[in-house]
């Protein structure tokens, strides 16, 4: 079946960092790629996303680029800041509006 | 901004016991699921609900749990004899149509404890 793995977390970085978060993916067929945020005490928001390979999904300074050859779909952000804390979830779905299949979830925390 | 609600926020019960969780999810969606969290594992999929019928279940969804649309606002999930494994984060969503061009919206999430 279907699944998604995200690289080992938590993350820990000081402001203004470069952030990678790795996430690789199995699916049968040729699915959609998102990146879900959960700040604390709230759901789960969609970042961004990608619906074919070479795709460049992006958001808030925040990109991941739809690699089919290497099935991975990494976020990365530039610089990041205090307010991006809050976790990340990688995440797939199969057909249009069917169910998603979610990585692990990595813990992002920045320190001023 | 239109918003998908939880409630509650955090459901205490004792095993055995049936619990009803709440959604509100945005008043033009079709669409609605429900997902679960335990705690440090990955967020799973339970069940998709359109048209007042499911359309899609997980392998957990099992006959314990039952999923509702009540009222045209509401959408429930039951769970009838809960267990001590049942205890996890459940998350509601929505979404407006198909396409992977209409997200899904998620709610807060229900901590439930099952003591």
């Known amino acids: 079946g279907d699944s998604v793995t995200q690289m080992e977390g938590p993350v820990t970085l000081s402001e203004e960092a470069f952030l990678t978060i790795n996430c690789t993916y199995t699916?049968?067929?040729?699915?959609?790629l998102f990146w879900y945020v959960q700040y604390p005490g709230e759901g789960l928001q969609l970042l961004l996303k990608?619906?074919?390979?070479?795709d460049k999904g992006s958001n808030k300074g925040f990109e991941a680029t739809y690699r089919k050859e290497t099935t991975s779909f990494h976020l990365e952000k530039g610089s990041v800041q205090v307010s991006d804390s809050a976790v990340y979830f990688c995440?797939?779905?199969?057909?249009?509006?069917?169910?998603?299949?979610f990585g692990e979830g990595t813990q992002l925390t920045v320190n001023p | 901004e239109p918003e998908v609600t939880q409630t509650p926020s955090h459901q205490v019960t004792q095993m055995g016991q049936e619990v009803i969780l709440r959604c509100v999810p945005i008043?033009?969606?079709?669409?609605f699921y429900w997902y679960r969290q335990i705690l440090g594992q990955k967020v799973e999929f339970l069940v998709s609900?359109?048209?007042?019928?499911?359309?899609?279940k997980s392998e957990i969804f099992d006959d314990q749990f039952s999923v509702e649309r009540p009222d045209g606002s509401n959408f429930t999930l039951k769970i009838r004899s809960t267990k001590l494994e049942d205890s996890a984060m459940y998350f509601c969503?929505?979404?407006?149509?198909?396409?992977?061009?209409?997200?899904?919206?998620f709610g807060p999430g229900t901590r439930l404890t099952v003591l």
């Open positions: 609900f359109y048209n007042n019928e499911i359309s899609e």
């Open positions: 969503a929505s979404r407006r149509g198909w396409g992977t061009y209409n997200e899904q919206f």
């Open positions: 995440a797939l779905t199969e057909t249009s509006g069917s169910r998603l299949t």
């Open positions: 699916a049968t067929g040729y699915p959609s």
């Open positions: 990608a619906t074919k390979a070479d």
């Open positions: 008043s033009n969606h079709l669409y």
